[in-house]
């Protein structure tokens, strides 16, 4: 990446490496990379320019150890939140699943049990 464009496209923020000036993390644009989607997708998605998104790219290339570091600690931090979430609601969500649906619901939710009966592995 050229001396000129790296600092001014890829910044440090409290939330890690960003495209400057946007709350897009690096760490957002592997999980589409991962994903092996082309770059013209993950541009119109995040509506980023072809400067931006090369530059990222380019970015994550060129530093691929500590990028990767950091993105590893982004998704280990991001599966401790969905734990933890999950754990802190279960109680509330067990409560939900329990009450009684609404009669205008029924027929729904008989179409829903049949499709989850149909879906299940024997």
């Known amino acids: 990446m050229s001396e000129t ?3 001014n496209t890829i910044a440090r923020t409290d939330r890690g490496l960003t ?6 993390t690096l760490y957002s644009i592997m999980d ?3 994903a092996d989607w082309p770059p013209k997708l993950i541009k119109d998605l995040f509506d980023l320019t072809d400067q931006q998104i090369a ?3 380019e970015y994550i290339e060129d530093n691929r150890d500590e990028v990767e570091a950091e993105y590893q600690l982004v998704l280990q931090k991001a599966e401790e939140n969905r734990r933890y979430w999950t754990e802190f609601n279960r109680e ?7 009450m009684p649906h609404k009669p205008e619901n029924q027929e729904i939710w008989r179409k829903l049990k049949a499709r ?3 879906l299940e592995v024997p």
């Open 5 to 7: 464009t790296a600092p």
């Open 19 to 24: 495209i400057a000036g946007t709350r897009i």
């Open 32 to 34: 589409y990379l991962k």
């Open 55 to 57: 530059d990222a790219i």
């Open 92 to 98: 509330h969500l067990e409560k939900v699943a329990a």
């Open 116 to 118: 989850q009966a149909q």
